[in-house]
């Protein structure tokens, strides 16, 4: 079974500033993806950036990067130099690769707050 | 071009009715996946229909069923609804059923009295 651990419920961060927000997971499939969606206080989800488990380098998208430990099983997302329009709910997520029936499983999410 | 689009956006139903919720993907993806959110947790998957075939499938009772169609929407039906069935159902679509972001919809808000 696949498990996504997300241990901040809530996080602030001042404008401007760098943030990690922590994502740590269980899986036993040899291959699976990662990701990290942000949805605002209207609902929708939004895909901020992907990172394959035999990707070497750690995935990057603008100001989001992802820091991929797979000996630690982690994979945190990074947001540098904070807006106010980041004030949002963040998921991690991972789906298996290999082989099988394909089950996407959601972290339960963590709240940042973005202060001017 | 359009994105995920679902209808519809909010629906009020009682206990024991049953519920159809609707999903058009962006054009040209071939896969839509259904989660349920409650309110303070993140999203639980439902189903994942690719090419019309059912490809994954979440821990939910029988009583919710989906299918897909030919041009790729997507419904999901619940049947003897639940208060427990409270919540956001996104609608998200992909190009395919692998590892692919998934674009999601605004989702249905489904309150059950």
């Known amino acids: 079974a696949q498990k996504i651990t997300q241990t901040q419920p809530g996080m602030f961060v001042q404008e401007k500033e760098a943030v990690t927000l922590d994502c740590t997971y269980d899986?036993?499939?040899?291959?699976?993806?990662l990701f990290w969606y942000k949805q605002p206080s209207s609902g929708e989800m939004i895909f901020l950036i992907y990172?394959?488990?035999?990707?070497?380098q750690n995935a990057t998208e603008g100001r989001y990067s992802l820091n991929f430990q797979k000996a630690r099983k982690s994979a945190n997302l990074v947001i540098s130099a904070s807006q106010l329009g980041d004030s949002a709910m963040y998921f991690c997520?991972?789906?298996?690769?290999?082989?099988?029936?394909?089950?996407?499983?959601f972290g339960r999410g963590t709240s940042l707050i973005v202060h001017p | 071009d359009a994105g995920v689009t679902q209808s519809p956006t909010h629906l009020i139903k009682t206990r024991g009715q049953h519920v159809t919720l609707r999903c058009s993907p962006i054009?040209?993806?071939?896969?839509v996946s259904w989660y349920q959110q409650v309110l303070g947790q993140g999203p639980q998957f439902i189903f994942q229909?690719?090419?019309?075939?059912?490809?994954g499938r979440g821990n939910f009772p029988d009583r919710f069923s989906a299918r897909q169609f030919p041009n790729y929407s997507s419904e999901l039906n619940v049947n003897a609804l639940l208060l427990g069935d409270s919540a956001l159902y996104l609608c998200?679509?992909?190009?395919?059923?692998?590892?692919?972001?998934?674009?999601f919809g605004d989702g249905t808000r489904l309150s059950i009295l």
């Open positions: 054009s040209g993806h071939k896969s």
């Open positions: 997520a991972m789906t298996p690769s290999s082989g099988g029936s394909y089950i996407p499983t």
């Open positions: 899986t036993s499939d040899p291959s699976y993806g």
């Open positions: 998200a679509s992909s190009l395919y059923s692998s590892n692919q972001p998934q674009h």
């Open positions: 229909y690719y090419e019309k075939e059912e490809r």
């Open positions: 990172q394959g488990s035999y990707d070497q």
